[in-house]
């Protein structure tokens, strides 16, 4: 099987017709099959793929069944035609935002605990201070 046996179209919101190339095709089992398309214009993740099979008998699954239908459509889910490329950045900058997020919260969380501890006896010795200052300016005989 190749990718000669079948013809895909890409349907849309879009003006014009979509530029791809079907740059290969993976058979992982008799029943998985993975064709990788490569995109000239960005997409909106509305787009309905169509993919027509020429010969139904080079498709079977593991019994040995032939697939019943010549014409497959599915819907484009956005992250079905990222790249390699974009996947990898997309996953880095997810899982780098996720730890910085949780640690500046744990952080805030320690130093709101740490803060409420040591504040209080801090503004009981500045105001000892304050009054310990203003009682030396008063002219007062005890």
């Known amino acids: ?18 530029v791809f190339k079907a740059q290969k095709l993976v058979v992982y089992e008799p029943d998985q099959l993975q064709i990788v398309m490569k995109w000239e214009q960005p997409l909106t993740g509305t787009e309905q793929l169509t993919i027509h099979v020429f010969d139904t008998t080079k498709l079977t699954d593991k019994s040995g069944n032939q697939l019943s239908r ?20 997309v996953s880095i900058l997810g899982s780098s935002t996720s730890a910085t997020f949780t640690g500046g919260v744990s952080l805030m969380y320690v130093v709101s605990l740490l803060a409420g501890f040591s504040l209080s006896p801090l503004w009981t010795m500045i105001n000892t201070v304050q009054i310990l200052y203003y009682m030396m300016l008063f002219n007062v005989s005890f």
């Open 1 to 18: 099987i190749s990718l000669k046996d079948f013809d895909i179209n890409v349907s849309g919101s879009q003006t014009g017709d979509y």
């Open 70 to 89: 010549t014409t497959l459509t599915a819907r484009l889910n956005k992250l079905d035609y990222m790249d390699e490329t974009t996947t990898q950045v």
